[in-house]
């Protein structure tokens, strides 16, 4: 139970046709926290916007502990000491949580089929799994995609509709690559893309020392081009020489 001393008035919007998740997400913290929290639903818009003015606020939710304002959700996890994501700043987050989901996927699907994940197969199916997302992040906006795809990558640079092809051929190598079907088709395609793209990050991020955003996770990423997208492209090439070679027996 929280303690007499520990008490906190929020002020936040309820209105009928919508509830404010960062002032739920304040009142969460603050309990969380041993606050008693007296809140203060603004429940029409009038109700807002006389309280912005008479407080000199932009935002709701606010927050008040012994009397004084501490601010917004951004300001009350500032007051418990947490961390605030700077909205621009690049991050590695977005790659780390796909990859590590493609990769829980491919060892399920191998235990599923194969009855153990430790098969050379989960690491194919990782490679095809992470294509086809990695795809489908790119194709929620192609014209967004292309647009910050054409800052770096060479190919698009000089032929432009390779940019809007990009994400239809890396969909289409990643699922003929889970099925083991048409390699013929699917090893070229990832050859291409992969060797091109590899090229074209080695070339902006380790010769010409440009800082980018990388288009690997759709256009609205903010993650940097660099390790982590040459990494991808040499996984693609890898797994088609994989599928190119494996039948010779050279693996």
């Not at 190598?173 to 990050?201: N, R």
């Amino acid at each position: 139970m929280a303690s007499n001393a520990k008490r906190a008035t929020l002020y936040r919007m309820v209105l009928p046709g919508h509830v404010c998740p960062f002032g739920l997400k304040s009142k969460w913290l603050l309990e969380r926290h041993g606050y008693a929290v007296d809140d203060r639903p603004l429940t029409t818009r009038d109700q807002v916007d006389a309280f912005k003015a008479e407080q000199g606020v932009a935002t709701t939710p606010q927050t008040f502990i012994a009397g004084e304002r501490v601010g917004g959700h951004d300001d009350l996890r500032r007051f418990f000491g947490k961390s605030v994501a700077d909205k621009g700043a690049t991050s590695y987050k977005p790659v780390i949580a796909l990859f590590a989901m493609t990769a829980c996927m491919a060892l399920a699907a191998t235990v599923a089929v194969e009855g153990t994940p430790f098969t050379g197969r989960a690491a194919e199916w990782f490679v095809s799994f992470s294509m086809c997302v990695l795809a489908l992040l790119k194709l929620q906006d192609v014209e967004r995609f292309s647009s910050m795809f054409l800052n770096y990558d060479l190919l698009a640079r000089r032929w432009v509709p390779y940019g809007y092809v990009y994400p239809f051929a890396e969909g289409l190598a990643g699922v003929l690559m889970t099925a083991g079907v048409l390699p013929w088709l699917s090893v070229p395609v990832a050859l291409i893309i992969g060797g091109i793209g590899a090229v074209s990050v080695f070339q902006a991020v380790y010769i010409d020392q440009r800082t980018l955003k990388c288009a690997c996770v759709g256009g609205s990423s903010n993650v940097p081009l660099g390790f982590v997208s040459l990494t991808e492209n040499l996984f693609m090439v890898g797994m088609a020489l994989w599928m190119l070679l494996r039948p010779m027996g050279v693996f």
